[in-house]
Nanobody, 115 residues
């Protein structure tokens, strides 16, 4: 199982960014996918969840209404659209799934929101 995130960048407050995560080594379309983030000096926080078919999503309270998770099972890819970014969104964003009872993480992609 391999998860590879991309799309992180340095952006100004109020701007938008889209992260991508490509999965391989498992049947992507069968798995719930999650996005977590880890701010400097803090633990990992669940940002968003999307079910295998994409029909249900859930968000952490700090990002509700600003972030949107989606997926393209034909491309084995899950996305995180982040709008109205602020400094508290700064951190490393990780893609996560559980496959056959084992949790897998990507290497993370850095998002920095600063003027």
């Amino acid at each position: 199982v391999r998860l590879v995130e991309s799309g992180g960048a340095l952006v100004q407050p109020g701007n938008s960014l889209r992260l991508s995560c490509v999965g391989s080594g498992f049947t992507f379309s069968h798995n719930i996918m999650n996005w977590y983030r880890q701010a400097p000096g803090k633990g990992r926080m669940l940002v968003a969840t999307i079910t295998s078919g994409g029909g249900w999503t859930n968000y952490g309270a700090p990002v509700q209404g600003r972030f949107t998770v989606s997926r393209d099972n034909a491309k084995n890819t899950v996305y995180l659209q982040m709008n109205s970014l602020n400094s508290e969104d700064t951190g490393v964003y990780y893609c996560h799934t559980v496959n056959d009872g084992v949790a897998y993480w990507g290497q993370g992609t850095q998002v920095t929101v600063s003027s």
